[in-house]
């Protein structure tokens, strides 16, 4: 069984439109990440949720939204999709104590044509 | 604020042989853990090895290991007896020990060549 899965896997989509991605992890974990990849592979975080609550939130535009209707879940909604929002999306969680490994998803790749 | 430098943009062995990759960090804190992740061609983050900074023994697990020096600040990664399936960006990445964020390098692209 997958850890932590990610659908879709590839998203392609035009400018304006609204996407979400869906993230589940079955690792009883506490805490959940969304990642964004560039296309120059550099990997910076944009949320962090533990137990449904909001606990890092780096400067990320307000299209995107995340959403945790329960712990082992953790999506991201994006409005008004961008040229710029192109890159590879990776969901992660850890258990949410001091300094545990984050294990990560599959990533989506989503295209904005 | 934070930082992790890759020095290494790309790097090939030939199989067999051993390599090891660069990594230094900025932190004026002294709490704090440092990973190694692999993405292959398929895309997955795995992670390599972790060390906790106030553990001075350097971590390993099978043909990888590390070399930690706190002082210098530096976190390299050797690979051992290096194979076919070890070829994948290389992330060396940061986390404070109060904090949730992980902060990545730019990683380091390893060709393991036949």
């Known amino acids: 069984d997958t850890a932590v899965s990610q659908t879709p896997k590839y998203l392609v989509t035009q400018m304006g439109n609204d996407k979400s991605i869906k993230c589940e992890q079955n690792l009883g974990h506490d805490t959940m990440y969304w990642y964004k990849q560039d296309s120059k592979k550099f990997l910076k975080i944009m949320f962090s949720?533990?137990?449904?609550?909001?606990?890092i939130n780096e400067t990320v535009p307000n299209r995107f939204s995340p959403k945790s209707p329960d712990k082992a879940h953790l999506n991201l909604h994006i409005n008004s999709l961008e040229l710029g929002d192109s890159a590879v999306y990776f969901c992660?969680?850890?258990?949410?104590?001091?300094?545990?490994?984050?294990?990560f998803g599959p990533g989506t790749r989503l295209l904005v044509l | 604020a934070q930082t992790v430098t890759q020095s290494q943009p790309e790097m090939s062995v030939q199989e067999a042989e051993t390599v090891t990759l660069s990594c230094t960090y900025d932190t004026s804190e002294s709490n704090y853990y440092l990973f190694w992740y692999k993405q292959p061609p398929s895309r997955q983050m795995i992670l390599v090895i972790r060390q906790e900074a106030y553990k001075q023994q350097n971590a390993t697990e099978n043909r990888f290991s590390v070399n930690f020096q706190k002082a210098a600040k530096s976190f390299s990664l050797k690979i051992s007896d290096s194979q076919l399936g070890d070829t994948a960006m290389y992330f060396c990445?940061?986390?404070?020990?109060?904090?949730?964020?992980?902060?990545f390098g730019k990683g380091t692209r390893l060709h393991i060549l036949p």
């Open positions: 992660a969680s850890s258990p949410g104590a001091e300094g545990e490994t984050q294990y």
């Open positions: 949720y533990n137990n449904k609550e909001l606990i």
């Open positions: 990445a940061f986390m404070l020990r109060r904090d949730d964020k992980i902060i």
